[in-house]
């Protein structure tokens, strides 16, 4: 089983709303990401929980709370976002962040829009 | 921070026909990982490579770890209709090895 499941599938929301993705993993994996897609680019690195402490933050604005409430779970809070924030957001997992040989596995997204 | 060049940015091809894509980096890389996306889904891998001149494949599809460590190609055989996507190559290099560094993709169209 190399499932990830996100949800929503879809998200709608106006600049003052707040609101959650949520992302679960059971194949035992120790480190999760989240990641932000625009059309037609690579996704790009958000968020790394390693072992459920974060890890890496890449410069990512205050609007954006990631969670880890265990192994299984990652959730990442939205508030006061912008338009430009619309986009796919990605969650991923693998087995462990430290090793450098890692495969990462992707959920199918949560489509964002911001209104 | 660390870029990869994957060409062709996009491809035209038809139906039956071999498909082939790489990715170059300017930095030696200790890990190749290869990406199919469908519109509005997320990523799935296709094929993992970890030493300089492996060979992989996945039933049409092959991959290669370049003998440089700077290159990675990925092929596609017989291509057929639901081949259609987005190819991203991904690595991690020996000074960055916690992060992946994405490609920026090869659009495949294949006309039936």
């Known amino acids: 089983d190399t499932e990830v499941t996100q949800t929503p599938k879809h998200l709608v929301m106006g600049m003052t709303n707040k609101k959650s993705l949520k992302c679960e993993q059971h194949?035992?994996?120790?480190?999760m990401y989240w990641y932000k897609q625009k059309a037609k680019k690579p996704p790009e690195l958000m968020f790394v929980?390693?072992?459920?402490?974060?890890?890496i933050n890449e410069s990512v604005p205050s609007r954006f709370s990631p969670e880890c409430p265990n192994s299984s779970l990652l959730n990442l809070h939205l508030h006061a976002l912008q338009p430009e924030d619309s986009a796919l957001y990605l969650c991923?997992?693998?087995?462990?962040?430290?090793?450098?040989?890692?495969?990462?596995?992707f959920g199918s997204g949560t489509q964002l829009s911001v209104l | 921070g660390q870029q990869l060049n994957q060409s062709p940015q996009s491809m035209f091809i038809q139906e039956g026909e071999d498909v082939s894509m790489n990715c170059t980096s300017s930095?030696?890389?200790?890990?190749w990982l290869w990406y199919k996306q469908d519109p509005g889904e997320g990523p799935v891998l296709l094929i993992a490579l970890y030493k300089a001149g492996e060979l992989t494949s996945n039933g049409r599809l092959t991959a290669q770890f370049g003998i440089t460590r700077k290159d990675s190609f990925l092929n596609i055989s017989a291509s057929i209709p639901s081949d259609v996507g987005i190819y991203f190559c991904a690595g991690r290099s020996i000074q960055g090895a916690q992060k992946l560094v994405f490609g920026q993709g090869t659009r495949l169209t294949i006309n039936p």
């Open positions: 991923a997992s693998s087995r462990d962040r430290e090793g450098t040989n890692e495969k990462l596995f």
């Open positions: 930095s030696i890389f200790n890990t």
């Open positions: 929980y390693s072992y459920e402490k974060l890890s």
């Open positions: 194949m035992g994996h120790r480190a």
